[in-house]
Nanobody, 121 residues
Framework: QVQVVESGGKLVQTGDSLRLSCIIT????????TGWFRQAPGKEREFLGR????????YIADAVKGRFTISRDTAKNTMYLQMDDLKPEDTAVYYC??????????????WGQGTQVTVSS
C-alpha cells in the first residue's frame, strides 16, 4: 500500500513564503514522478508542476512560474513545494500525487488528502 500525505498548509499574509511537504510511504520503490495541484473554492483542480524522481526534472506551470519551485528528497521520499510572494488568489487546498510503477509494470497514481493554504490580504 502507498500513502501520500501533504503538510505545511496554514494561514499566511500576502507576500509571505511557505513550504509544503508531501511524504510518500509504503511501496515506494517504483516512484517515477510526483506532482502538485491546488483547488480553490468553486474552481477546478489546477496543475502546478511536477518533478521526476530519478533525474529531478521539473516542470512548473506558467501561472506560478517564478514564485513556486518544486524539489524532492529521495532519501526521505518527500517532495516539497516552495511558495514565495504569496497572494490571496493562491488560497486553495493543495494536493500532491505520486506516480508509481509496481514490480509487475502496472502504473498507479496515488493522491493525498490535501492541505489548506490561506493567504490574507
Amino acid at each position: 500500500q502507498v500513502q501520500v500525505v501533504e503538510s505545511g498548509g496554514k494561514l499566511v499574509q500576502t507576500g509571505d513564503s511557505l513550504r509544503l511537504s508531501c511524504i510518500i510511504t509504503g511501496s515506494t520503490a517504483g516512484i517515477t514522478a510526483t506532482g502538485w495541484f491546488r483547488q480553490a473554492p468553486g474552481k477546478e483542480r489546477e496543475f502546478l508542476g511536477r518533478i521526476t524522481w530519478s533525474r529531478e526534472n521539473t516542470y512548473i506551470a506558467d501561472a506560478v512560474k517564478g514564485r513556486f519551485t518544486i524539489s524532492r528528497d529521495t532519501a526521505k521520499n518527500t517532495m516539497y513545494l516552495q511558495m514565495d510572494d504569496l497572494k490571496p488568489e493562491d488560497t486553495a487546498v493543495y494536493y500532491c500525487n505520486a506516480g508509481i510503477q509496481d514490480a509487475s509494470g502496472k502504473w498507479s497514481t496515488y493522491w493525498g488528502q490535501g492541505t489548506q493554504v490561506t493567504v490574507s490580504s
